[in-house]
């Protein structure tokens, strides 16, 4: 099975490196689609059968925690694997998204290793 | 008071030289005001704010070619030139949101949650440039050829 996945960041450049880091990654990616806040995300997530959510914290229109908590009100949603990816290091706000069902949150500036391991981690279980 | 900008200097001075390394693989140091040159182009502002427990600003201005060098290197693209000036902005949008990120956690630690503002690019005269800079809590990093100033403000103390 091959994976759709969702990158949610108002940065281009940002999406831009992330694909290029999943395309190296070795994971199975059927397509990516990318959003530029919470709002685009959600209307992507209600159209498309997506397996993976990359989403920054920080965006216009609607951040990263109000698609978290939208996301976890909605069961057709809940259950999708969401990383988090940002510049945010408060441990009360990763924990808060962790308590909304975030799997796992990366830091940036990250690496290509870094997301290799993450979706390893989150899709895999190793 | 001096001491709290002490502080915020040394951990503007950490995020900035870490960063820069890391996302685009840049070396940079801070070096004396004194070596600071008069400015006699126009150059890229980026500015950010922040709010929480304390609010401030943050700011870069650079060179138009030292922002097209670190947006190559951070996308992993040979030529800068073959960059779009929007992807040249966006970068530079990125790097300081991740640069205020590391200063937030440096300056006061994993425990307070802080909200950042959307980062703004905008050119700004040599005239202007040179006037920000007489000003405090400027920060000169030369990396390479290039010089980059920046500041840090951190104007209110809420908690």
Known sequence: MKWKILIVDDSNVVKAVLMKALGESGAPIQRVFDASNGREALDILRAESIDLVFADINMPVMNGVELVESMADDPALKDIPVIMISTDGSVSRREYLQSKGVRAYVRKPFTPEQIRSVVREVMLGR | ?159
């Open chain 2, 1 to 159: 008071m001096a001491v709290d900008i002490l502080l915020s200097s040394r951990a503007m001075e950490n995020a900035v030289v870490s960063v820069l390394n890391d996302m685009a693989a840049t070396r940079a140091a801070v070096i004396k005001p004194e070596k600071l040159p008069c400015f006699d182009q126009t150059l890229m502002h980026a500015h950010i704010t922040f709010e929480g427990q304390s609010s401030g600003e943050l700011g870069l201005l650079m060179d138009p070619g030292f922002a097209a060098e670190l947006a190559s290197r951070i996308l992993g693209v040979d030529k800068s030139g073959d960059l779009l000036q929007e992807m040249i902005v966006d970068a530079v949008k990125e790097l300081l949101n991740v640069i205020c990120g590391q200063f937030l956690t440096q300056r006061f630690g994993y425990e307070p949650a802080f909200t950042l503002g959307v980062p703004r690019v905008f050119p700004l005269s040599a005239q202007v440039c040179n006037a920000l800079l007489k000003g405090p809590s400027i920060l000169i990093f030369q990396s390479g050829d290039f010089i980059m100033p920046a500041y840090v403000r951190v104007k209110v103390q809420t908690a």
